[in-house]
């Protein structure tokens, strides 16, 4: 397991610096990698945590949510590893595990603290999300009303908490960002059939599920698709035509809500 670990530090940190490896970031910032020592298990959620502190910059509030979720998932991963190390490792190593993952849990905390009182969307998303903190929804709800949610990721923020306080507010969300996305987005397809669903509305339910079904078939039973044509009132073989038509459109990247209209 170690060599594995020792292989994955020498890997590429990104795209933006391919000679930059994250054993060279570990020796020259030590302070990135401290709480997440080199151990035989999370290799890849350690080089997630140490990659996004290299990113961060003081003023981008993103790449700070990005080490809150880096962080959580590596704790997360360590806390499972320490069960398993219980039962399989002599003791030495099993307290270094305990040890690396109780240190990171602290820096996790430490983060999560500093964060109060940060007002910018990314974060109050979180403080919401994963601290039931109240007014930092009211925060998040503030920076709605103010534009300030102008990223595919916020308004997908946005899309999560209208789901089901306002469907319909949730499916223009989800619509306003499937042209930033990769094609084909087969979550957010996912996510909007099943608002559509929310919104009584079968024929738009029907053309995301049959979207979804043109690039990953196992995802969607046919017997789904009938009932949704069924339950829609217009021809199967005019919601194909129209999938086939939207599809298109999502592939070069002009998908208008207005497609969607039967």
């Known amino acids: 397991m170690r060599v594995i670990a020792l292989a994955a530090l ?3 940190l990104t795209a933006c610096d391919t000679r930059l490896t994250l054993q060279e970031v570990c020796e020259s910032n030590p302070q990135m990698c401290a709480d997440v020592a080199l151990t035989g298990w999370c290799v890849k959620e350690r080089s997630q945590v140490i990659w996004t502190r290299y990113e961060h910059k003081e003023s981008d509030r993103h790449t700070l949510y990005n080490e809150l979720i880096a962080l959580e998932n590596y704790v997360k991963c360590m806390e499972k590893a320490t069960m398993i190390e219980n039962r399989i490792v002599a003791k030495e190593r099993e307290t270094a595990r305990i040890e ?3 240190s990171s849990q602290k ?5 999560q603290n500093s964060t109060s009182g940060d007002n910018s969307p990314y974060i109050t998303f979180y403080r919401w999300t994963r601290m039931n903190d109240t007014q930092a929804l009211g925060q998040f709800l503030q920076s709605e009303r103010n534009g300030e949610l102008d990223t ?4 997908q923020f946005a899309a999560s908490y209208y789901s089901r306080a306002n469907p319909q507010k949730a499916v223009d969300y989800l619509l306003d960002t499937l042209n930033d996305l990769p094609y084909p987005s087969i979550d957010t397809y996912l996510e909007l059939s099943q608002e559509y669903m929310n919104l009584d509305q079968p024929a738009q339910a029907y053309l995301f599920a049959k979207l979804i079904s043109r690039h990953q078939p196992e995802l969607v039973n046919e017997q ?3 009932l949704l044509a069924n339950s829609a009132g217009v021809k199967r073989s005019k919601l ?3 999938a086939e038509q939207i599809d298109e459109l999502l592939e070069e990247g002009k998908f208008k809500p207005e497609s969607l209209n039967l």
């Open 100 to 102: 690396s993952y109780i």
């Open 152 to 155: 595919v990721e916020l308004k």
């Open 10 to 12: 020498l890997l590429p």
């Open 224 to 226: 789904r698709l009938r």
């Open 107 to 111: 820096s996790l905390k430490k983060l």
């Open 240 to 242: 194909d035509q129209r």
